[in-house]
């Protein structure tokens, strides 16, 4: 009966660690947050003006710890919050609106996509809240044709930086530029 164990022992200890590996943290999926609908008296998270006064696409941040939600009037400001320091290496989740898919004057919420698998146009003569923004596409063929219409440059959303806020887009009329 001894040499029956002994020569089961070692393929049972395997078989244990091989389950036990299985069946923890390890496995631990959590869900992408959904994005939140934009509300008439929601206010930017950034500059604090009312978020659905103005044109263009919009952002929306959902932290990734506190599941805060932290809106924006436009893309510009929300990636002036997410490239600072204290987020640009972050997990939050992003979300902008496919404006591919939705009316440049008044985005619909329906039209959120994920920030990070968009392609961005930079530098176009459309308006935002803060003058120019950065147009958002879930394609990159929209973003080519919107490219073509407006100007600017089709880029993606690793390659945006603060010089892309700072030196290619110049503040605009913040009151104006409204096109409703």
Known sequence: MKSFSFTFLPALLMFAVFFSGCSGEAEKVTEKPTPVHIESDDECHVCGMAVTRFPGPKGEVITEKEQAVHKFCSTRDMFAWVLQPENVMRKHTLYVHDMSQTEWASPD??????????????????????GQTL????????????MMEYGGEVIQYDAITLEHLNTEMPMGDMHGDMER
């Not at 919420?109 to 803060?130: H, T």
């Open 109 to 130: 919420d329906a039209a959120l996509i994920d920030a990070r698998e968009a392609f961005y146009v930079v530098g176009s003569e459309r308006k935002g809240a803060m």
């Open 135 to 146: 147009a958002s596409f879930s394609t990159e063929s929209a973003a080519q044709d919107f």
